[in-house]
């Protein structure tokens, strides 16, 4: 009966150990679930720019894409017992994160989007060799985005900028995959012409 008791409660020491050292994103979701604080603060150090860059995008004001990031990682901390990992984690934040921003959008006049603001976030994970490529890049197509409609430039932002395939993005928008892909298409025809008409090359989208 000792026996038994000692085994069970090494097993259980084990499970713990394992779920501790997993940080990966659903790693860190189950720890969360769990309880487990310090897990939530490696998620929201590894997320935390690239969640606040998406929502500046789509609300163009930094304090309450602030607040909004603030809103989405206190759901991902209530919420996360029920996340099954049917997609991936980051699908899962900017799909939060774009429910927040669209109803913040609803409560207020719409503002003109502060793409720049967002493009000069650095994200920890970026080396200065990838952060000047990517502020090269972002100062071209940017200048593009803010004239393109809302919907187009959303697609546009999740594909490019936070590298979600068509299914991911069908997934965060809600909207069918076909409907993605004509959004895409249309986007960058649109943007390929702004860029041509700069002199630019188009071979960028």
């Known amino acids: 009966m000792s026996m ?32 487990d604080k310090h897990a939530m603060q490696i998620l929201f150090a590894r ?25 989405v990682f206190l759901d991902v901390w209530r919420q996360a017992g029920r996340f099954q990992g049917r997609s991936q984690v980051t699908t899962w934040l900017l799909a939060i994160a774009r429910n927040k921003a669209l109803s913040a959008l609803r409560d207020r006049s719409t503002e003109e989007l ?24 972002s100062e071209i197509v940017l200048k593009c985005l803010t004239q393109l409609s809302p919907t187009d430039r959303e697609v546009i932002d999740l594909v490019y900028y936070h590298e979600k395939s068509i299914d991911e993005v069908a997934e965060i928008v809600g909207v069918p995959q076909n409907t993605v892909t004509t959004r895409m298409l249309c986007a960058r025809k649109r943007i390929a012409e702004l860029m041509s008409a700069q002199g630019i090359d188009r071979a960028i989208v």
Not at 114 to 136: C, F, G, M, S, V
């Open 47 to 71: 997320h935390n720019v690239r969640v606040f860059r998406f929502v500046l995008r789509l609300i163009g004001d930094k304090s309450a894409a602030e607040d909004l990031v603030s809103e």
């Open 4 to 35: 038994t008791c000692t085994t069970g409660q090494l097993h259980i020491a084990a499970t713990a150990a394992r779920q501790a050292s997993d940080t990966s994103d659903l790693g860190l979701i189950r720890s969360i679930a769990a309880g």
């Open 114 to 137: 502060d793409e720049e603001a967002a493009a000069a976030i650095e994200d920890p994970q970026d080396n200065p060799e990838a952060t000047l490529q990517n502020r090269q890049k």
